[in-house]
């Protein structure tokens, strides 16, 4: 293979750069007219078509690309006029031409085929200027490496280091934000270069610092380029600080930097930073005696210097070296200046110079007051090559920093030695050459090559010359080597050569960086194509070590062969066969060929025909010259492509071997009746459709590369199958066996190549079953024919030599069947499980009977447990069948949801003896399924499942009797069913145990769905047996509970009322509504736990058993298990919670102020929040009366909240109170049983409410309440005051007061008369009460209080009064 010119980039905007910079000198046409129809005549310009019947446009369209035609000419002229950099990493173009600069930033753009090119776009244009007469001279492109570990090599920003004629080096962002501006020297910047870490390639040589060199007229100075890397980031961290919080930016104190006076030289235009030397000892005694003479003293120790060599006049080229330490790198008068200021605005906020009221006179003083320039440091010349008439033009330094190239006047090129200071090659005939390198690794292969021997790459060094007066690029091997490469190129092109890469990288941050940078573009001006060269790098050898070389080179050669897309296969294949034989070294002759048979577009025939060939030739070498590897592969992937050829040929043939009635399957279609309903449910909800990879698909053909890559050949000769991953093990069944399973290959011819081949029959059973398992939707479409194809296929595979052994021990399961068994065990796909079971069941049994037919009697132990390892795994998989059906049922719309859950065999027996409970609960909360709807389903099972006869039927055929129940929907038949295979499994108690479990493990992980945790409580009660039910509440309070509810109480203790959604989400963890629901769960679950308690010493507990198939079962222990193991409750402990939980959700219902925990005494405090297994020190005999009085109050205003709530729903007296809720018709009930507990007297309650129903107008209630009263007589005295409020508001407050009413009034006793001006109204909630009720009520108080009471006669006027009024009305 030769050099190339390869384009990897393209420039779009080529007269958008040229409009940006050239613009004002210009003086087009175009520019005379306004801004809109410059825009007009820029877009018509791009399009295809033009407006109809407007001349004026046409014409400013013809006009536009006529300037368009125009610049394309003037393209090449205007570029040779800017100065350009590119980004080592092609990701930066910067293009300056005086005072204006445009930035390119890369992109990528997909074309009309799709294929992806990169593009270098404008990005941002303007003018870098600032001081007056300045322009820009010289322009370099630094990609920073990023210092996060995750970094692969890639830059994290490229900053843009600029030269001006005043001087100034300026650092910008790749949008053009400046970061940096310092002065080094009051002249005009002649060349920026930069120098970056690079990894050492052989021992001992001296790594080298990074480096920023700036060469002026009379001076370079060099700056560290560490420093400068740590500078840059922290002010490009600055500027952003500064643009997000739209404040000023701090001026960054100056770099640091050495400067030297370069002395002795007429002119120097160029130079090159070689880096760091150490002398050998014979120089330094060399140069000692030149320079000190015969009694010069040298040291011990050669110092280290750095390396400057510059081009020029005078002499030609001079070599300077700076001993390292002999100059101080200088703060400029400026770093004072920044210093001082900065540390007055730190101690002074007063200062103007950060922004703080300052002067604007004093900023323009400052601007124009230019910083002191440090002087430099002299640096006489030690040598040069001095030649009076030529001056040197330009120079480039090498990537092994030993070469340097150099250009200048005359036309010439010349090679430097660096090390030795003297030319060692010239060109001629390269007037204004441009020039790059191009370091090349040597390519080989690593399995060539010992782990142990540890060889260097070697790389090549080669010059790129361009010349473009002639218009031609030229690649020269170093040091003689001869012209190896030259193209034909434009005469105004620009090579572009960085000479550094990423810069802030070191020997321990690269490791494992792939760094991808190009060494040498070249920039097409007229077409704005970058093109970099490629060279091989055996164009370096001489004959004789370059044919392993060219071997490499042959296989990339095929290897891009591969990759292309538009070959023809006859072409390739011809291609592929004289690139094969040309390679003549075995190790590199047989990665081609893998890479050939690997090849995803390759046809059989080619692979075939070229690995034929390839044979052929090594058996007409001589056998010593034969390598053996090689050999070895071409005949076995000969002999796999042939099965492969053979494989597909007898599936592809029109004749098809004919499904013969097999006598062994007689009465099968019997068996399979059993499970056909459930079979046929299974179908239809596995049947919908689903979304998938059409490479994914099975029935997309399998390649021969991925036949080849899945088989191997051993030395002996046999095939072996290498299972890479799942999909390609399904793809290979798919590949043999499928056309067989549907009737449409022959059986026996198939069996037969494969059994020829010498794949073992094991992987065989294997694939076939992977097949069958996969393909499950299409074989229950279409079970006839299938069942029968893969009895037939079992006892093809029964028959090939290995599959059954004859010596297996009598006493053991045959490996063989346990195969399948264990498939059956292990897989998902119920079905086809079952179906495959049955069939190997057949088929296992008229095995095992020809095998004892011819052998002695002693053998049918073995059959007998055979046959009933078989009958056991039969039984399996139809109770998992119904499982997983009954799990495949879609949840309602609305629900939770969720992906359906998949079971099999091993799933279940893992699970424990509660696994099949735990799959089913999880089902019920997928389904949404209320826990009375749960109850119904179950006791109708238990309802029709009574005696040996229902367990029977249920187990002979289940679907039927769920089919007969008309009155119940599919999803309860589905669950009868399931309920019916589980009977000690999905006992009622174990299926509530467990749906409670799964509810309140949902709840706990989205808390603000109260509604779980209801169900939860729900699903508890409906357990009958009372130690599960003690048990499963005890660890739900103590695993999901008990933190939560200590965390509401000490809030609402805290904030000393109910609190807010805010502080409940932030403290709880949910919603003030989704804690008031939270809390009433938990007084019912400590209900249910006193409840249990009590209940737990009368009943024995039950003994948990499971199907006698599913004994195997060996998990961890389940839900009813642990419940039965856990520890009694301390029952005064457990009702001082509830205490606690029904003052919260009472506080939380009504929004009550109140301090829970202040409503007990010390003792209590210190019980809450325990374990409820431990006694602890509770409170007892006679409570403090405060403490007693605060629990009274809190209890009556709970009361008061709860009228207040019934008011609006129960308007009429028939209304009927909700179950739940505020408006519950429970919680007067329940305020007056927490008020004996609280040692509250309940009938100061009872009074209460009376009192405060009365009050609401809700007479009706109140007359109920009114009978469970004790003290008649004081309730007596509260409703008398209450009957006068009434009458008070009607005579004196009402807006319709009438004249029988004042009459009325006048006609009554003082005593009274007095009384009822006493009252006050406004204490009342409902003051328009009907007089009837009125009328009731006193007639009420008449019958409670006594003759004797002191107000019995105030009693009968009153009644007087009501009766006139209403007699009146």
């Known amino acids: 293979m030769s050099c190339s010119l390869l384009e990897f980039c393209r420039l779009q905007e080529l007269k958008t750069v040229r409009d940006l910079l050239f613009k004002s000198q210009e003086s087009d046409p175009e520019d005379e007219r306004s801004h809109t129809e410059n825009e007009l005549s820029w877009d018509t310009s791009d399009w295809e078509s033009t407006w109809d019947g407007d001349a004026k446009e046409e014409e400013s369209t013809t006009a536009t690309k006529q300037v368009e035609d125009r610049d394309t000419e003037q393209s090449g002229p205007w570029m040779q006029e800017c100065v350009l950099s590119l980004s080592p990493c092609s990701d930066l173009l910067v293009v300056a031409h005086k005072h204006k600069a445009v930035f390119l930033s890369a992109k990528w753009l997909t074309d009309g085929s799709g294929k992806e090119e990169m593009t270098l776009a404008t990005t941002w244009s303007g003018t870098l200027s600032t001081e007056e007469g300045e322009s820009v001279s010289s322009v370099i492109c630094v990609p920073l490496a990023s210092q996060k570990r995750s970094s692969t090599g890639r830059p994290d920003w490229t900053c843009v280091v600029v030269g001006f004629t005043s001087g100034y080096v300026r650092f910008y962002t790749e949008n053009g934000v400046l970061l940096l501006a310092q002065l080094l020297q009051e002249d005009k910047v002649l060349r920026l270069k930069c120098r970056t870490y690079e990894i050492p390639r052989h021992p001992g040589v001296t790594e080298q610092p990074e480096e920023l060199s700036i060469l002026y007229p009379a001076a370079l100075v060099t700056i560290d380029g560490f420093s400068l890397f740590q500078s840059l980031r922290a002010c490009r961290n600055q500027v952003a600080r500064a643009a997000a919080a739209g404040s000023d930016v701090i001026q960054p104190p100056p770099l640091a930097y050495k400067k030297w006076a370069l002395q002795e030289m007429d002119s ?49 080229t001079g070599f300077y070296y700076a001993v390292e330490g002999s100059s101080q790198p200088l703060l400029s008068h400026v770093a004072m200046a920044v210093a001082s200021k900065l540390t007055s605005a730190l101690f002074n906020a007063a200062s103007g110079w950060l922004g703080w009221n300052k002067n604007k006179n004093e900023d323009e003083a400052v601007q124009k007051q230019k910083p002191k320039v440090e002087p430099a440091t002299p640096l006489g010349i030690r040598f040069g090559l001095p030649d009076s008439r030529r001056h040197g033009e330009s120079i480039c330094l090498s990537p092994c920093n030993t070469l340097a190239g150099v250009t200048d006047d005359f036309g010439r090129v010349t090679l430097l030695d660096l090390v030795r200071g003297i030319a060692i090659r010239m060109w001629k005939g390269y007037r204004d050459a441009q020039l790059g390198w191009l370091q090349v690794p040597e390519e080989r292969v690593d399995r060539e090559f010992s782990p142990s021997v540890a060889r260097p790459k070697r790389h090549a060094l080669f010059l790129v010359i361009y010349a473009p007066r002639r218009g031609i690029l030229e690649v020269w091997a170093m040091q003689q080597g001869p012209r190896v490469g030259a193209f034909t190129v434009g005469k105004h092109c620009r090579l572009l050569y960085a000479g550094y890469r990423l810069m802030g990288v070191n020997s321990v941050t690269s490791q494992g960086w792939q760094l991808h940078t190009q060494q040498v573009c070249l920039l097409d001006p007229t077409t704005g194509a970058l093109r970099t060269v490629n060279v091989p790098f055996h164009l370096a050898l001489s004959d004789k070590k370059s044919e392993r070389a060219k071997d490499m080179h042959l296989m990339k050669k095929i290897t891009t062969l591969l990759r292309s897309r538009d070959i023809k296969p006859d072409v390739l294949e011809n291609e592929a066969r004289s690139v094969l034989l040309d390679i003549k070294h075995p190790a590199i002759k047989k990665q081609a060929l893998e890479s050939l048979l690997s090849a995803k577009d390759a046809p059989v025939s080619c692979l075939t025909n070229v690995t034929r060939a390839l044979s052929e030739t090594l058996k007409q070498q001589p056998p010593e010259e034969v390598d053996g590897a090689l050999h070895q592969l ?143 939707k299409e074989v229950l479409q279409n079970s006839a024919v299938t069942v029968r194809q893969l009895h037939t296929l079992l006892l093809s595979l029964s028959d090939m030599k290995g599959a059954i052994e004859d010596s297996w021990d009598p006493q053991s399961v045959s490996p063989w069947w346990q195969q399948v068994r264990s498939t059956c065990i292990q897989t998902n796909n119920a079905a086809a499980a079952l179906l495959a079971a049955l069939v190997t069941h057949r088929a296992a049994k ?19 447990l055979e046959l009933e390892q078989w009958v056991v795994c039969v039984r399996q998989l139809e109770d998992v069948l119904v499982l997983q059906t009954l799990l495949l049922v879609p949840p309602p719309q609305g629900a939770a949801g969720g992906a359906a859950a998949h079971c099999s065999i091993k799933v279940l027996l893992e699970g424990g003896t509660g696994g099949i409970a735990d799959s089913v609960s999880k089902w019920v909360f997928r389904q949404n399924m209320a826990p009375e709807k749960l109850r119904e389903i179950v006791l109708k099972r238990n309802a029709d499942d009574s005696g040996e006869e229902a367990e029977q039927k249920a187990g002979g055929d289940p679907e039927e009797k769920g089919r007969s129940q008309a009155d119940t929907d599919s999803t309860a038949e589905l669950l009868t069913a399931v309920c019916l295979r589980f009977p000690q499994s999905l006992s009622p108690d174990l299926l509530f145990a467990h749906s409670s479990w799964e509810y309140v493990v949902q709840w706990n992980k989205d808390p603000e769905e109260g509604r779980y945790l209801s169900w939860a409580v729900e699903h508890l009660k409906l357990i009958s047996s009372p130690h599960i039910q003690l048990g499963i509440s005890t660890m739900m309070w103590s695993t999901f509970i008990v933190k939560r509810f200590s965390t509401a109480a000490f809030l609402m203790e805290k904030v000393g009322k109910a609190p807010k959604d805010r502080l409940c989400r932030r403290d709880v963890g949910m919603g003030d509504k989704a804690m008031t629901s939270f809390l009433g769960s938990c007084v019912q679950l400590l209900q249910i736990l006193m409840e249990a308690d009590s209940a737990v010493e009368e009943v024995s507990a039950p003994e948990l058993s499971v199907e006698e198939v599913w004994c195997g079962a060996d998990g961890p222990a389940s839900i009813a298990e642990l419940a039965l193991d856990q520890r009694g409750v301390h029952f005064p402990l457990v009702q001082h919670h509830f205490l606690l939980a029904s003052l919260l959700h009472v506080a939380m219902t009504f929004s009550l102020r109140v301090k829970p925990l202040s409503l007990f005494d010390s003792k209590g405090k210190n019980a809450f929040f325990r374990d409820l297994t431990t006694i602890q020190l509770m409170p007892s005999g006679d409570m403090d009366p405060g403490l007693i009085s605060l629990r009274q109050e809190f209890l009556m205003r709970a009361l008061v909240g709860w009228v207040q709530a019934i008011d609006d729903v129960a308007s009429t007296p028939s209304t009927p109170l909700p179950a739940t809720g505020p408006t519950a018709d429970w919680w007067p009930s329940l305020c007056l049983e927490l008020g004996v507990l609280l040692q509250v007297n309940p009938d100061i309650l009872q009074r209460h409410l009376v009192c405060e129903l009365y009050n609401q107008g809700l007479d009706v209630r109140a007359e109920e309440m009114m009978l469970e009263v004790e003290d008649k007589d004081v309730l007596g005295s509260q409703l008398l005051v209450l009957t006068g409020q009434r009458l008070c508001y009607s005579l004196l407050h009402s807006q319709s007061q009438t004249q029988a009413a004042m009459e009325l009034l006048a006609r009554l006793p003082p005593t009274l008369c007095t009384w009822l001006k006493a009252m006050d109204p406004s204490e009342l909630r409902c003051p328009m009460v009907p007089l009837a009720q009125t009328s009731r009520l006193v007639g009420r108080l008449i019958e409670m209080l006594p003759e004797n009471h002191a107000q019995y006669s105030l009693a009968l006027h009153l009644l007087e009064a009501v009766d006139v009024l209403t007699t009146e009305d």
């Open 846 to 864: 008229a095995s095992i009977a020809a095998r004892a037919d011819s052998k002695l009697q002693s053998e049918w132990e073995a059959v007998s």
């Open 268 to 316: 120097i235009v160029d130079h090159s930073s070689v880096g760091i030397m150490t002398l050998c000892v014979f120089d330094q005694m060399k140069n000692a005696s030149i320079l000190g003479g015969f009694h010069a003293s040298v040291k011990g120790n050669p110092p280290a210097m750095s390396q400057y060599v510059t081009v020029g006049a005078g002499p030609y």
């Open 634 to 776: 071409c005949s076995s992937q000969l002999k796999l492509l042939q099965l492969y050829v053979d494989i597909q040929e007898l599936h592809s043939a029109e004749e098809s071997q004919a499904s013969s009635v097999n006598d062994s399957l007689e009465g099968f279609e019997e068996e399979l009746s059993r499970v056909a309903s459930t079979l046929q449910s299974y179908a239809q909800l596995t049947s919908k459709p689903s979304v998938s990879f059409a490479q994914d698909s099975p029935d997309s053909p399998l390649s021969a590369q991925a036949f080849l890559s899945q088989i191997e050949c051993t030395v002996d000769g046999e095939l072996k199958i290498n299972e890479k991953s799942n999909a390609e093990w399904k793809k290979l069944g798919n590949f043999l066996f499928w056309g067989c399973l549907c009737g449409k290959s022959p059986i026996h011819k198939v069996c037969g190549t494969l059994q020829q081949a010498g794949i073992s029959p094991q992987q065989l059973l294997s694939l076939l079953l992977s097949v069958w398992l996969q393909r499950e």
